[in-house]
């Protein structure tokens, strides 16, 4: 292949990369839309406003607890051979576990605390509900970054595709079905997170299957935080 024919390949493969990035997050976008434009019409005001505190907690601690560590497959997975690449995101598994777990428990024990401060009781058991989530969804938020490193952005597309219509389904679903209220909406998003556990630690590891384990070992200077 000539240089020019080589360039313009390399081109035309990260303008399909970039697109399939933008799709993913246009699907995320979506589904929030979705969800808030549905349960903000079928729900009591009272409720709705429940679920979206659930939710804003949610994620304005994942940011505190998640440590970055998200953001450290790219870092990591680029600079290491595909076959000390499962190791590598074995490692960084463990530690979200391990930071899902304090989450976890600092949202059941700490719901009434919560709860207080933001001035609605009908939150608190909601949050124990919820409690189990940051287990679940925390362990595969490096799931879009593990498939972008190895060139298969098609299928962070289909991740975001599957487990948004888990989101939606299981947020959606038991309200105007079911009738279930803030505490329907809420397991329905515990069960869809489960699915979209299972679902992305399928894909981080599928494309390990065929290749060699090498374990990583971790220079002093991998510990600093990453840029």
């Not at 925390?138 to 098609?154: A, D, H, Q």
Request: charged residues 10%; contains cysteine; hydrophobic residues 55%.
């Amino acid at each position: 292949m000539s240089v020019v024919a080589n360039r313009a390949y390399n081109g035309c493969s990260r303008t399909v990369q970039a697109f399939w990035l933008a799709l993913a997050n246009l699907l995320s976008v979506s589904a929030t839309f979705i969800i808030a434009a549905v349960l903000s019409r079928v729900m009591p005001p009272d409720d709705y406003g429940t679920y979206r505190q659930v939710i804003f907690v949610y994620y304005t601690l994942l940011i505190v607890f998640s440590c970055g560590l998200p953001r450290a497959y790219s870092y990591f997975l680029a600079r290491v051979p595909i076959e000390e690449g499962r190791d590598v995101v074995c490692r960084l598994s463990i530690a979200l576990i391990a930071f899902a777990s304090i989450f976890s428990a600092s949202l059941f024990f700490g719901a009434d605390v919560i709860a207080h401060a933001l001035g609605n009781v009908a939150l608190a058991p909601n949050l124990r509900y919820f409690a189990v989530t940051p287990i679940l969804l925390m362990p595969v938020l490096g799931v879009e970054s593990i498939l972008t490193v190895y060139g298969k952005t098609g299928f962070v597309a289909v991740y975001a595709l599957i487990s948004r219509f888990f989101m939606i389904a299981g947020a959606v679903v038991p309200v105007i079905v079911f009738d279930a209220g803030v505490s329907g909406a809420v397991f329905g998003f515990v069960a869809a997170s489960a699915l979209s556990c299972a679902a992305g630690w399928k894909l981080a590891f599928f494309f390990f299957s065929r290749t060699s384990y090498s374990k990583h070992h971790f220079l002093q200077c991998d510990f600093y935080f990453f840029p």
